[in-house]
Structure formats: C-alpha cells, structure tokens
C-alpha cells in the first residue's frame, strides 16, 4: 500500500499523528535555549614585533620565520596569520572556537620565550 492510500483510508489516523507531531514540535521550540546576545567571540592573540628600520624581507626572516615556527606547535591553534611591513611585525594567532584564551596566552607567552 501506497502512503496516501492508508492516508486516505485511515484519516483519524493521519490526523492524530499530524497533530502528534505538531505538538511534539511546539513543545521541542519551546524548549531550545535561546540567548538575545549569544557570546560569538573568535578566541584570537595578537602578537606585534617592532623593529626600527627593519625592510619586510628582514622582518621576515629574522622574526617571522622563528616566531611562526615555534607558535605553530601551541595547543587547539587553527591558524596563523602575519604581516610584515617596514618596521613591525603583525601576527594573529586564531585558536579553535572553545579555547580557553587565558590559557593559550600563557601558552604563546611560554613559547614566545623560546623562539631563536
């Protein structure tokens, strides 16, 4: 048999499990937690690196490429991302949404320390 054929020749039973489920649907909306401001923030670090009179190319090998290498390694990181530009270095470091920021701050701090 063909649903809309048992449909069609049990309608009370159609309609009972329609309504079944409408209420069944009400009451799961009603009871979904909903927050007016939900808190969305990306845990991120930022790292800035000054050096007077440094070219970009010089910032990028001798502070960069230590710094990158070293941090990559830090627990729950999803990405890297820098810049050079005369003078300063700019790093974001992006940790999985979750990531306790504290902790990963002492992390970096902790790593930041041994980059050569």
Known sequence: MKLTEISIKRPV???VLMLTA????IY???QMPIDFLPDITYPMIKVYVY????TPEEINDNIADPIERT???VD???YLES????GMYTLLVNFSYGTDVDVAYQDVVAKMGLAT
């Open 13 to 15: 039973a159609t309609i």
């Open 22 to 25: 409408l209420i069944l649907g």
């Open 28 to 30: 799961g909306y009603f």
């Open 51 to 54: 050096w007077r009179g440094a």
């Open 71 to 73: 941090l990559s390694t």
């Open 76 to 78: 729950d990181l999803d």
């Open 83 to 86: 810049s050079s530009i005369e």
